[in-house]
């Protein structure tokens, strides 16, 4: 699998957070070996097998059309995701990992094309489209993750607010800092 690729995942994960609890940091912990420069990815546990299932499967069971992630965005996230201290990244355990790849079976088209029809429906810059169907698609389906995975809720919910606020503290458009400030602090 490409670095892209991951990166992709990773972000598109990311942005479904609540909904997917999980991905964004798995796809961090798991980057291939081509990346052991980064030392918080090199010194990482092997995932759980469910985990590593969930990285590879999750952008696939999320079968999104029109929804896109502007690369600051991408930047962003990852940087928060390769950032994850060991203590964070025990939260990725075998049972929380499997309770995610079965919500995440059972419910990512929905997802997706909530996802779609928001940011279609969401009014432009890119970032506000991504930061509005974000956090709408996000609130609508977290309460409906399961309870095994709420420490990977939690730590998805931290991704989540430093990410948006970096974005909208380094901001140059006045209607992406707005659209961040106004998704950061998450559901």
């Not at 094309?113 to 940011?119: G, N, V």
Request: aromatic fraction near 6%; glycine fraction near 4%; proline fraction near 6%.
């Amino acid at each position: 699998m490409s670095l892209s690729r991951t990166v992709q995942r990773t972000v598109l994960t990311t942005a479904l957070l609540s909904v997917s609890v999980l991905a964004v940091p798995s796809t961090a912990l798991a980057v291939p070996s081509r990346v052991q420069a980064v030392p918080s990815v090199a010194k990482a546990a092997p995932l759980p097998p469910a985990c590593q299932e969930a990285l590879l499967e999750t952008f696939d069971k999320f079968p999104v059309v029109d929804f896109t992630v502007p690369d600051k965005v991408k930047n962003t996230m990852l940087g928060e995701v390769l950032g994850l201290s060991e203590a964070d990244q025990a939260a990725f355990t075998e049972v929380a990992c499997a309770a995610w790849n079965t919500w995440a079976t059972e419910n990512g088209k929905a997802v997706a094309t909530d996802l779609d029809t928001r940011y279609r429906n969401a009014a432009g810059p890119v970032c506000n489209k991504f930061a509005k169907s974000s956090i709408a698609t996000i609130k609508k389906y977290a309460p409906n993750v399961p309870a095994a995975t709420r420490e990977l809720e939690a730590l998805a919910k931290k991704v989540w607010m430093h990410s948006m606020e970096k974005l909208a503290a380094e901001a140059t458009n006045a209607d992406c800092r707005a659209a961040y400030n106004g998704v950061k602090a998450g559901w």
